[in-house]
Every structure is written in C-alpha cells, then in structure tokens.
Nanobody
C-alpha cells in the first residue's frame, strides 16, 4: 500500500511557474513508475507526464512538452512536476499516481494502482 500526497499547487499568472511535489509513504517509491495527471472542470482526467522507476525514461503529453519537467528523488520518496510558462488552459486539479506494473511507464490512468488526493493549479490570464 502506498499513500501519495501532492502539494505545491496554487494561483499563478500566465507565464509563471509552479513546482508540484508528490510525497509517498507506506512503501518505497522506487518500486513504482510514477505519473502526473490533471482534470479540469467538466473534462476527463488526462495524462500529463510519466517517469520510470530509475528516472531513465520520461514521457510527456504534447500539450506540456517543453514546458513541464517530471523528476523523482527516490531517496526522499518524492516525485516532482516543474511547470514553467504556464497557460490558463493548464488550470486543473493535478494528481500524482503510482504504477506497480511491469511497464517502464504508462500513459493509461487505469494502469495506475495508487492516487493522491490532488492539488489545485489555477493560472490566470
């Protein structure tokens, strides 16, 4: 069992930056591939970024490529999402998730075993 807690969300102007953190407890994070997803009001949850267990592989949604960076510190049991050049369309609740399966990374929400409670990111124009 893994418990995930996101933090770092908030209100920022367009063009600004935020850094989200996802702290894990219960089991070592190095056993899991990790992902970030987001859900805007009235929309389905969508994939944002994923990182493999060793951080050797990362993958991004086209909408955030070049602006967001996913990273992890397994010693601190924490995953990060650095978000730069934020746009109003990035406004959403952001969730981190842990995947204990065999794939290095996955973009499919249904493949993830554990989810955090989410943190709100609001980007004003």
């Amino acid at each position: 069992q893994v418990q995930l807690v996101e933090s770092g969300g908030g209100l920022v102007q367009a063009g600004g930056s935020l850094r989200l953190s996802c702290a894990a407890s219960g089991r070592t994070l190095s056993s899991y591939a990790m992902g970030w997803f987001r859900q805007a009001p009235g929309k389905e949850r969508e994939f944002v970024a994923a990182i493999s267990r060793s951080a050797a592989i990362t993958y991004y949604a086209d909408s955030v490529k070049g602006r967001f960076t996913i990273s992890r510190d397994n010693a601190k049991n924490t995953v990060y999402l650095q978000m730069n050049s934020l746009k109003p369309e990035d406004t959403a609740v952001y969730y981190c998730a842990a995947d204990g399966g065999r794939s290095p990374i996955t973009v499919v929400a249904g493949s993830y075993d554990y989810w955090g409670q989410g943190t709100q990111v609001t980007v004003s124009s």
